[in-house]
């Protein structure tokens, strides 16, 4: 299934196609809310559209439908303004491509794995299996842990489209971490059933965090539809996939795609001066509590709200991991 032959996925379809798949997508699993707006781009629009609300379906289906879309179809003064207020900068996907490939051929010890890049910025994709070195798995690359820092519409992890120019990008060129995960999987597994079970051991080893909460759900967003490319690209139209199925692989995305201040490890702006009210029998006792972590630049002093990943390997009682915890101190 394709939600849309737009690069602009809309949500107005994703609402009609399952509605509970878009909440999930929408969901941040470290308050219980949702994700939030974290800029104010959007707040001449009114209530429930400034920095600090949640993104609701409501502000963003319906009439909204058009509220959020990719940087690529942004006008030139927004894509500038966005530049220069928060350094949002994206990359072309041969750069992205080239990084990737500076990756795979330290895991696999050998150049042009999945494509041969040429002096035009184009690539070659590699036609044949992709063969593994010795000692190493398809089922190892598979799950080989892999994060897209500060990812913005994650054009590392899937390529859906060229994050500049906009332009799509078929499924057999394309060039993204999860891309090339779900290229294996193609490849190797025959069976419907397996196939999903791989299909997730994928999507659950790629991650990514991005502050702003528009370009959080675009990822998500593209991070799904990649997952309904590579089905029908392996099973053809035809073959229909459980609504249980898209559910799941949709809280993958949300636990593995998350919004966080990078420089800080917890949720944009929960961090700062606090107003604390204690009362007693004599009255209210106001004081403010300072972050500590933004005076010192110590990370492990925020008082702001700790992001939380997923580690699906763990226990499910330690699957719930503080993303600064995995920092070496």
């Given amino acids: 299934m394709a939600l849309q032959p737009s690069i602009d996925i809309s949500e107005n379809a994703l609402l009609e196609y399952d509605r509970e798949v878009l909440e999930q997508l929408l969901r941040d699993h470290t308050t219980g809310r949702n994700i939030i707006w974290a800029t104010d ?92 070195p010795k000692g190493k798995t398809w089922r190892d690359y598979v799950r080989d842990t892999r994060l897209e820092i500060t990812c913005g519409e994650a054009p590392y992890l899937v390529s859906l489209y060229d994050a500049v120019s906009g332009t799509p990008i078929a499924v057999s060129n394309r060039i993204g971490i999860l891309d090339r995960k779900l290229r294996v999987v193609n490849e190797n597994v025959d069976d419907h059933a397996e ?27 593209a991070l799904l539809q990649t997952f309904f490319d ?14 249980k199925s898209v559910r799941y692989i949709a809280y993958i995305i949300s636990w593995n795609l998350w919004q966080m201040d990078g420089l800080k490890g917890v949720i944009p702006n929960s961090c700062g001066e606090r107003r604390i009210v204690e009362a007693d ?41 503080r993303f600064i915890d995995l920092i070496a101190k």
């Avoid at 590579?230 to 035809?238: R, V």
Wanted: hydrophobic content about 35%; some cysteine; aromatic content about 12%.
């Fill in 230 to 243: 590579y089905h029908e690209a392996k099973f053809g139209k035809d073959k229909t996939l459980q609504m």
């Fill in 41 to 132: 781009d959007y707040a001449h629009l009114g209530d429930g559209y400034q920095a600090t609300d949640e993104i609701t379906i409501e502000k963003i289906t319906g009439e909204h439908g058009k509220v959020i879309q990719p940087r690529a179809v942004k006008s030139k003064e927004a894509q500038r303004d966005r530049t220069k207020e928060r350094a949002e900068v994206f990359t072309p996907s041969w750069i992205c491509n080239a990084q990737n490939n500076l990756v795979d051929n330290a895991w696999f010890g050998r150049e042009g794995v999945f494509n041969t890049e040429n002096p035009d910025h184009t690539w070659t994709v590699n036609p044949n299996k992709i063969e593994f």
């Fill in 281 to 321: 029998l004599f009255g209210e006792k106001v004081t403010i509590e300072k972050c500590k972590g933004c005076a010192n630049g110590d990370i492990r002093q925020h008082n702001g709200i700790y992001a939380l990943v997923k580690d699906w390997n763990a226990p499910k009682s330690k699957q719930k991991i």
């Fill in 195 to 221: 196939w999903l079970e791989w299909a997730q051991a994928a999507f659950q080893s790629a991650y990514g965090f991005e502050w702003q909460g528009d370009s959080l759900l675009l990822a998500r967003e």
